[in-house]
């Protein structure tokens, strides 16, 4: 079992940036995958980032790639999205989640993961 815990959401001013954490507890392995997905009021959940527990691989939405960094600290158990050059279309509730599934695809569907946190409201005003 994982928990996670996000936090770093707020009101920014298009054009901002705002960095998300996500910390887990519990047991991970290099194995996870640990993932962004976002929703808006109204619309489905979308998947913004995605990064592997161990080694550097990760996996962008079209929407965000140049502006969202995804990174990790293995030593914190903590994951980041770091996000850029904000846009109002970015406003959504922010989750971080864990795909526990043994697979070397980094997938972008919500429901292949596991764990999810509480989310954390990102509000970009123009």
């Known amino acids: 079992q994982v928990q996670l815990v996000e936090s770093g959401g707020g009101l920014v001013q298009a054009g901002g940036s705002l960095r998300l954490s996500c910390a887990a507890s519990?047991?991970?392995?290099?194995?996870?995958?640990m993932g962004w997905f976002r929703q808006a009021p109204g619309k489905e959940r979308e998947f913004v980032a995605a990064i592997r527990w161990g080694g550097s691989s990760t996996n962008y939405a079209t929407s965000v790639k140049g502006r969202f960094t995804i990174s990790r600290d293995n030593a914190k158990n903590t994951v980041y999205l770091q996000m850029n050059s904000l846009k109002p279309e970015d406003t959504a509730v922010y989750y971080c989640?864990?795909?526990?599934?043994?697979?070397?695809?980094?997938?972008?569907?919500?429901?292949?993961?596991?764990?999810w946190g509480q989310g954390t409201q990102v509000t970009v005003s123009s």
């Open positions: 989640a864990v795909d526990k599934s043994i697979t070397p695809l980094i997938v972008a569907t919500a429901k292949a993961y596991d764990y």
């Open positions: 519990g047991r991970t392995y290099s194995s996870y995958v």
